[in-house]
C-alpha cells in the first residue's frame, strides 16, 4: 500500500463511520416529590409504610488490563496482515486468491479494488515493499447502547521508501526527472480496527502529514 499515492482519508481523531446498530434510548428518571416532615423512620404519615429505595444500579465490568492489552495485539496483527496481502495484490492487480475479508472490514476492501481497477487503467502496478512500524496503539471500548462495536486506533509510522509504482515501460512513476521520489515517504498513518465476533478487522488507513 502507497500511502501517498492511495486516496486514504485524510486523518481525523474520530473513527470512521461504521453502520449503526440499534441504538437504545432510556427514559429520564421521573420528577421526585418530596414532603418534608411526612415521614418518620420509613413511615409515611399521610398513610402506609414509604416504598423500599430502589438498588443502585450496578456497572457493568469492562474488560481487564489483559483483554485490552489481547485486542491491541490482535489489532496490531491485523494491521500487519493487511498491509503484506494489500502489497500482494497491488503486484498483480488482483485480490484473487487473496483473503483480505480475514483482516479488513467491506469498505476497506472496496477500497483496495478501487486503487487495484485505477491501477489497472493507467497500466501501472505496485512493485516492492512498504513497512507500517507500530508507534501506539490505544483501546476504546464498545459503546454502552452498543451503537458502535470496541474499537482500536493504530498509529504507525509508515515507509515507502522501498516502494514503487512502475508503468507499462517499468518506469517508476514516483521518481521525478532527477531520480528523487517526489512523495513523501515517511509519514504517520493510522488505522482503525474493528472487533467483528472476535475477529479484529482493519478499516483502510488515515494518512496524516506529520513525518516519522
Not at 50 to 64: H, L, R, V, Y
Not at 145 to 166: E, K, N
Amino acid at each position: 500500500m502507497s500511502l501517498t499515492d492511495r486516496n486514504l482519508r485524510t486523518s481525523s481523531d474520530e473513527a470512521p463511520q461504521v453502520r449503526p446498530r440499534r441504538r437504545w434510548v432510556l427514559p429520564a428518571a421521573g420528577a421526585v416529590l418530596l414532603l418534608a416532615g411526612c415521614t418518620v423512620a420509613g413511615v409515611n404519615l399521610l398513610g402506609g409504610h414509604d416504598d423500599p429505595a430502589p438498588a443502585a444500579p450496578t456497572a457493568s465490568s469492562g474488560p481487564s488490563a489483559e483483554e485490552i492489552q489481547a485486542a491491541k495485539d490482535a489489532a496490531w496483527k491485523s494491521v500487519q496482515a493487511y498491509n503484506e496481502l494489500t502489497l500482494q495484490a497491488e503486484r498483480v492487480n488482483s485480490l484473487s486468491g487473496i483473503d483480505l475479508s480475514s483482516v479488513a472490514i467491506e469498505s476497506a476492501i472496496k477500497s483496495e479494488q478501487s486503487w487495484i481497477d485505477n491501477q489497472i487503467a493507467t497500466g501501472t502496478r505496485g512493485d516492492g515493499t512498504s513497512r507500517a512500524e507500530l508507534i501506539s496503539a490505544e483501546y476504546n471500548a464498545a459503546a454502552p447502547d452498543a451503537f458502535a462495536p470496541a474499537r482500536v486506533r493504530v498509529s504507525t509510522c509508515y515507509d515507502t521508501s522501498d516502494y514503487r509504482i512502475l508503468d507499462q515501460a517499468g518506469n517508476n512513476v514516483r521518481l521525478g526527472p532527477d531520480g528523487s521520489t517526489i512523495y513523501a515517504t515517511r509519514l504517520v498513518v493510522n488505522f482503525w480496527a474493528y472487533d467483528e465476533d472476535g475477529a479484529w478487522k482493519v478499516d483502510g488507513g488515515q494518512r496524516t502529514e506529520t513525518p516519522c
